[in-house]
């Protein structure tokens, strides 16, 4: 691993820690604010400075590197304003997905009025979403439990497959090695036994 322990970015981590612990203690949620100086840490491998690893890092912050890196996605993907709109009413990604067609940069659109994502309308963001989230579930169509499980279960294999490649990178000594070809064979020999069984 390169050595990045130069009093510059100790000194440079130091204030991005420093600010993103004061930012979620403020708002006791990830704000925006707070993602983006994550992003920072991750990008920049700030982190390194301390001689930590990226999920050494996390988990010395008190979070886990799945959900750091889940909130770094949902960064990417959903932008600021999710973050924004979260900190004034609690909303998850999914059902933000749902009305995100609702916000833009000056607020949250809602019955003809354009609510401002500020502290004062708090009140009025979560009755907007309220209503949302009510008009998105008289939209869709019940749910098929078969599409669910298979949804939850594509959705676990992949999370198994990210977890085996992280693994995979990581400098294993040779025990380490032989445990996770024995973890992937036994994987596989699993998936091998549902195919056959389900005559595919």
Known sequence: MEELNTTEEVLALGTCIG????????????????????????????????GLTWDEFCQHQGIS??????????????GPSYFKLNSFTRISAAEYRKIAGAVTEDGLTYAGETIALESGNAPKLAGAVD?????????????????QALSKADRA????????QRLQDMN??????????????????????ICLSAAL
Do not use: M
Not at 65 to 78: G, K, M, S
Not at 131 to 147: C, G, N
């Open 19 to 50: 600010r993103n612990q004061a930012l979620n203690l403020i708002a006791n949620r990830c704000s925006a604010a707070a993602a983006e100086t994550l992003r920072d840490i991750r990008d920049n491998k700030r982190y390194r400075a301390l």
């Open 65 to 78: 590197r799945t959900y750091a890196d889940r909130v770094l996605r949902w960064l990417e993907e959903l």
């Open 131 to 147: 209503a949302l989230r009510r008009e998105q579930a008289a939209l869709q169509p019940p749910a098929d439990p078969f599409e």
């Open 157 to 164: 294999l992949q999370s198994a497959f990210l977890e085996f």
């Open 172 to 193: 294993l000594d040779e025990d380490g090695r032989l445990k996770l070809v024995l973890a992937i064979e036994a994987g596989r020999n699993l998936l091998n036994h």
